[in-house]
């Protein structure tokens, strides 16, 4: 998922406030994850 389908996501997230925070965090760092992953591969 790339970082403009995961700002997608975030958007239309449903609850609000600190769920919604929380929701996005996880996402992101899942996306971080991936892309040093691919870093470290090449």
Request: glycine share 4%; aromatic share 4%; net charge negative.
């Amino acid at each position: 998922m790339g970082l403009t389908a995961l700002a997608h996501f975030a958007r239309d997230l449903q609850p609000l406030g600190a769920e919604r925070r929380a929701a996005f965090e996880e996402l992101l760092a899942a996306q971080l994850a991936q892309i040093e992953t691919a870093i470290h591969r090449s």
